[in-house]
């Protein structure tokens, strides 16, 4: 994993309320499934049991990697970033070179989601963005070839 782990207010919210929601709720449900399973006799057909432990140890994985998120995470509010250049947290504005306009909003690898336009700043696109400002031409490379965006607009809001 990288070293730090950049990540806006409220992914950071996301990710703290998930793991309060596996430790507090998830796992002792489990648990409880798993002590009544095995209460019942002969683990090795008990498919309560089995799911049970196969899941508690999914929950414990998934527990360990957010732990592990949220120690690396530097959090950065894009609402007290004032800078006409890209950094992370910038919601930008490209026009490609068939005219189409893409908006795209850096975020941290947790918070990626490609279908609203949320994009990582270790991605191709992101890399390429940062530091850029209006009027800028960005160069992708991509599988299919190159890619030519040019910057139209720079801002700063709240991600979501």
């Known amino acids: 994993m990288e070293k730090n782990n950049y990540i806006s207010p409220s992914g950071h919210k996301r990710l703290v309320d998930e793991l309060e929601s596996l430790l507090k709720i ?10 009544w399973a095995a209460s019942n006799g002969d683990r090795s057909e008990n498919a309560d049991y089995l ?3 196969r899941r508690l140890r999914e929950i414990d994985r998934r527990i360990r990697f957010l732990n592990q998120r949220l120690d690396a995470a530097v959090i950065v509010d894009p609402l007290k970033i004032n800078s006409a250049k890209i950094q992370f947290g910038a919601t930008v ?9 893409k908006i795209f909003t850096i975020v941290g690898v947790d918070e990626v989601n490609t279908s609203i336009g949320r994009i990582s700043w270790q991605s191709p696109v992101g890399k390429n963005l940062i530091g850029k400002s209006n009027g800028d031409e960005v160069l992708v490379k991509v599988p299919s070839g190159e ?8 801002t700063y809001k ?3």
């Not at 026009?95 to 306009?101: T, Y």
Request: glycine fraction near 10%.
């Open 51 to 53: 799911y049970g432990k």
């Open 147 to 154: 890619i030519v965006y040019e910057v139209i607009s720079v």
């Open 158 to 160: 709240p991600i979501e």
């Open 26 to 35: 998830e796992r002792p449900e489990v648990t409880k499934l798993v002590q």
């Open 93 to 101: 504005e490209l026009l490609g070179e068939d005219g189409a306009k």
